[in-house]
């Protein structure tokens, strides 16, 4: 046991660089991700909530087949279906839109929570003022919405920086794929437990500051209401 | 001239309930007509089909000879969208019961965000006239805080000043004061009373009697979502025509 960790050591130099960068990767397409979820979430929050029906259902199909099924198997098809039909991604677009659109289905429903806390007297109100239903709902509602929706985003975000994990089966160049190759290289196999431990910590100081944020919004909002 | 307001045989359905049946009311530029009635006679769903946040399920309403809500092409009557809605809607100010103030925004800003986002005034100019409004209900030294920190009275006289920021040529009240605090309820009706004294044309749904018969020009009763009786105010209070607004008139004078 002491000799592994004493191997370990002495490898610790060549590792850490590794995941530094790869933490670097695992940063961008988390990013990246949050940012077409959160715009993409919005489009499908705001068709659940349409007065026309077939929109309402198109977003509630979408909600339920994303959410329904894994993340890895929409990855798969993102990447290694479309590639078939000619639609070329790069493993790292693949992530960002693969993980975007999923995340979206669980953004989307975020927001429409968010946004029917809201008393409908609000949007009565606006609207008997003369705004639109755009209007109200970006000067009236969603202002107040945000502030209930920003603790579950929070949360959010920390499930995608763990997800982020999974887009090393498409050779995404994150934490876990580049553990996995130091760990493939034979002189580092028998130190594969350490370095997982390694990758651990480097995940948890993404996510241990998104989830003492979370906190603080919980809190604040306690506060508001 | 054209009555302001003219309501043409009105309908609203909910399902299978049928909350007005048939309502036809004409009110006249500057007049002041208050509907009073048991709950569940339809009085709040004609105010709110008259800014068409119901949309009757027919008839017609028409604000200053302009149609509510639809427009006539070839004799068919057609909804219009949604901004043509908010522009007629910007006409009429429509004072809710519970006030819905909007809570993220201080008072001023719950006054100057209608004219600074539907008119386009500037924000200098917009909260020059918020301030104007809030003086005239009282509530000017109140500009910077969150309607939280307001009382009842207090967050209605500000929702008052909000839609007379957009300069209505019609207001409607919907038992503005029903749901405050008795000792709030005075400084209300005083503010109303103002507004009622400048010529406005208002329309309010109301249980104080008191206050219906001091201000208002003609008074309607209505039951069942028809209306029973209308008339002036000393008619209607002190010698009504029917069972219906005798026996309503008595419960709420007993309360």
Same mark, same amino acid.
């Given at each position: 046991?002491?000799?592994?960790?004493?191997?370990?050591?002495?490898?610790?130099?060549?590792?850490?660089?590794?995941?530094?960068?790869?933490?670097?990767?695992?940063?961008?397409?988390?990013?990246?991700?949050?940012?077409?979820?959160?715009?993409?979430g919005?489009?499908?929050?705001?068709?659940?909530?349409?007065?026309l029906?077939?929109?309402?259902?198109?977003?509630?199909?979408?909600?339920?087949?994303?959410?329904?099924?894994?993340?890895?198997?929409?990855?798969?098809i993102?990447?290694?279906?479309?590639?078939?039909?000619?639609?070329?991604?790069?493993?790292?677009?693949?992530?960002?839109?693969?993980?975007?659109?999923?995340?979206?289905?669980?953004?989307?429903?975020?927001?429409?929570?968010?946004?029917?806390?809201?008393?409908?007297?609000?949007?009565?109100?606006?609207?008997?003022?003369?705004?639109?239903?755009? @209007?109200?709902?970006?000067?009236?509602?969603?202002?107040?919405?945000?502030?209930?929706?920003?603790?579950?985003?929070?949360?959010?975000?920390?499930?995608?920086? @763990?997800?982020?994990?999974?887009?090393?089966?498409?050779?995404?160049?994150?934490?876990?794929?580049?553990?996995?190759?130091?760990?493939?290289?034979?002189?580092?196999h028998?130190?594969?437990?350490?370095?997982?431990?390694?990758?651990?910590?480097?995940?948890?100081?993404?996510t241990?500051p998104?989830?003492?944020?979370? @906190?603080?919004?919980e809190?604040?909002?306690?506060?508001?209401? | 001239?054209?009555?302001?307001?003219?309501?043409?045989?009105?309908?609203?359905?909910?399902?299978?309930?049928?909350?007005?049946?048939?309502?036809?009311?004409?009110?006249?530029?500057?007049?002041?007509?208050?509907?009073?009635?048991?709950?569940?006679?339809?009085?709040?769903?004609?105010?709110?089909?008259?800014?068409?946040l119901?949309?009757?399920?027919?008839?017609?309403?028409?604000?200053?000879?302009?149609?509510?809500?639809?427009?006539?092409?070839?004799?068919?009557?057609? +909804?219009?969208?949604d901004?043509?809605?908010?522009?007629?809607?910007?006409?009429?100010?429509?004072?809710?019961?519970?006030?819905?103030?909007?809570?993220?925004?201080?008072?001023?800003d719950?006054?100057?965000?209608?004219?600074?986002?539907?008119?386009?005034?500037?924000?200098?100019?917009?909260?020059?006239?918020?301030?104007?409004?809030l003086?005239?209900?009282?509530?000017?030294?109140?500009?910077?805080?969150?309607?939280?920190?307001?009382?009842?009275?207090?967050?209605?006289?500000?929702?008052?000043?909000?839609?007379?920021?957009?300069?209505?040529?019609?207001?409607?009240?919907?038992?503005?004061?029903?749901?405050l605090?008795?000792e709030?309820?005075?400084?209300?009706?005083?503010?109303?009373?103002?507004?009622?004294?400048?010529?406005?044309?208002?329309?309010?749904?109301?249980?104080?009697?008191?206050?219906?018969a001091?201000?208002?020009?003609?008074?309607?009763?209505?039951?069942?979502?028809?209306?029973?009786?209308?008339?002036?105010?000393?008619?209607?209070?002190?010698?009504?025509? +029917?069972?219906?607004?005798?026996?309503?008139?008595?419960?709420?004078?007993?309360?």
């Amino acid at each position: 046991m002491i000799e592994f960790w004493t191997k370990f050591w002495q490898w610790l130099p060549e590792i850490l660089p590794v995941l530094w960068f790869a933490t670097g990767m695992t940063v961008r397409v988390t990013l990246g991700a949050l940012v077409v979820a959160l715009a993409l979430g919005l489009v499908v929050a705001l068709m659940r909530i349409s007065p026309l029906r077939s929109l309402r259902w198109i977003a509630l199909l979408y909600t339920d087949v994303l959410r329904g099924t894994p993340a890895l198997v929409q990855l798969f098809i993102i990447y290694f279906g479309l590639s078939d039909l000619g639609l070329e991604f790069d493993p790292v677009s693949a992530a960002i839109v693969g993980l975007g659109i999923n995340g979206a289905a669980y953004v989307g429903e975020i927001y429409r929570a968010g946004i029917e806390a809201i008393h409908k007297g609000q949007m009565e109100a606006a609207l008997s003022l003369g705004m639109t239903p755009l @209007k109200a709902m970006r000067f009236i509602v969603l202002p107040q919405a945000v502030r209930i929706m920003l603790p579950p985003l929070c949360n959010y975000a920390i499930l995608l920086v @763990k997800d982020t994990a999974i887009i090393s089966t498409i050779a995404a160049p994150e934490i876990m794929f580049e553990a996995r190759r130091l760990v493939q290289a034979t002189f580092m196999h028998s130190i594969s437990g350490q370095i997982y431990l390694l990758c651990a910590v480097f995940y948890l100081a993404l996510t241990l500051p998104l989830s003492h944020v979370a @906190k603080r919004l919980e809190r604040a909002r306690q506060r508001w209401h | 001239m054209d009555p302001l307001l003219r309501i043409v045989d009105l309908h609203k359905s909910f399902g299978a309930l049928e909350v007005l049946k048939g309502v036809s009311i004409e009110v006249e530029r500057g007049e002041k007509l208050s509907i009073i009635g048991p709950s569940g006679s339809g009085k709040t769903t004609l105010l709110r089909c008259v800014n068409y946040l119901e949309k009757p399920t027919s008839g017609h309403v028409w604000v200053d000879g302009t149609l509510i809500g639809e427009r006539q092409v070839n004799g068919r009557f057609v +909804h219009l969208s949604d901004r043509e809605l908010a522009r007629e809607r910007a006409e009429i100010g429509f004072v809710f019961q519970r006030f819905n103030l909007f809570p993220h925004l201080t008072a001023l800003d719950n006054v100057s965000v209608a004219p600074r986002r539907v008119l386009g005034v500037p924000r200098p100019a917009a909260e020059e006239q918020a301030m104007a409004m809030l003086e005239k209900v009282g509530l000017a030294h109140k500009a910077g805080e969150y309607p939280e920190r307001l009382s009842g009275g207090q967050q209605q006289r500000v929702a008052i000043a909000r839609v007379l920021a957009m300069q209505p040529k019609l207001m409607l009240f919907d038992e503005a004061t029903s749901a405050l605090d008795p000792e709030l309820i005075g400084e209300v009706l005083k503010v109303m009373r103002e507004l009622a004294d400048e010529g406005r044309t208002m329309l309010i749904v109301t249980h104080e009697i008191q206050f219906a018969a001091e201000v208002s020009d003609r008074v309607i009763f209505m039951d069942g979502g028809q209306i029973v009786e209308e008339g002036p105010p000393e008619q209607i209070f002190t010698a009504p025509k +029917h069972e219906r607004t005798r026996t309503f008139l008595r419960q709420i004078l007993e309360r």
